[in-house]
């Protein structure tokens, strides 16, 4: 089955504790993207990757990191989660340029953090 | 980048027709438009897309205007399952030529009454 997954899918942590949120996905899209929403502000971009190696910054890079070692994965790194990090995340991945014209993104269950 | 506006709720009767503006006045050459919808603690998910005129498919229409500078997403006959957030999106990711960053805006609320 085409999926995006995300682990973990709940997850509370306190300041300042580095943590990972994994994302993969399983239809060799090359564009992959992180997202955030809170209440109010609707979804916005934290980072997003062309493909292999090649990251960029969306609308609220600060505080993240993430990397692009392989195609099907783009985990999101808080190094030193502040309360203001507490947020629903999600990754979306897309075709991109091999796949053609589209922007169709399959996003993932999404994980609910909660830095204390 | 294509910033969007779209009203923040609506409300509408069960199997009432509902559209949804989205203004997106400094939308570029390539830029496609999509619509999402959401629905509580759940991942968008794609609705449709269009680049101008009139694009239909089983659950919804998009219709954009010469200028492309807005589209209305159309429900016909909505049901309480409609009950979502519904995104607008305008980039481009797939020419070659568009920034890759896409920016989602605050949604339009949409609540069906029984």
């Known amino acids: 089955e085409a999926q995006v997954t995300q682990n973990p899918r709940y997850l509370i942590t306190v300041t300042g504790k580095k943590l990972t949120v994994t994302c993969s996905q399983n239809m060799n899209h090359e564009y992959m993207s992180w997202y955030r929403q809170d209440p109010g502000l609707g979804l916005r971009q934290i980072y997003y990757?062309?493909?292999?190696?090649?990251?960029d910054k969306g609308d609220v890079p600060e505080g993240y990191k993430v990397s692009r070692k392989e195609k099907r994965n783009f985990p999101l790194i808080l190094e030193s989660p502040s309360p203001n990090q507490t947020s629903l995340y999600f990754c979306?991945?897309?075709?991109?340029?091999?796949?053609?014209?589209?922007?169709?993104?399959?996003f993932g269950p999404g994980t609910r953090l909660l830095v204390l | 980048l294509a910033k969007t506006t779209q009203p923040i709720s609506m409300d509408s009767y069960e199997g009432q027709e509902v559209n949804i503006t989205c203004s997106h006045n400094?939308?570029?050459?390539?830029?496609?438009i999509t619509w999402y919808q959401q629905f509580p603690s759940q991942g968008p998910r794609f609705i449709i897309q269009?680049?101008?005129t009139k694009v239909t498919n089983e659950v919804a229409s998009l219709f954009i205007p010469a200028d492309r500078k807005s589209s209305t997403l159309s429900l016909p006959r909505v049901s309480l399952s409609d009950t979502a957030v519904y995104y607008c999106l305008v980039g481009d990711i797939g020419s070659g030529a568009g920034s890759y960053q896409l920016t989602f805006g605050k949604g339009t609320k949409l609540s069906v009454i029984p």
């Open positions: 269009g680049y101008k």
């Open positions: 400094n939308i570029a050459t390539n830029d496609y």
């Open positions: 990757s062309m493909n292999v190696e090649v990251t």
């Open positions: 979306a991945s897309s075709p991109g340029l091999a796949g053609g014209r589209t922007e169709t993104q399959y």
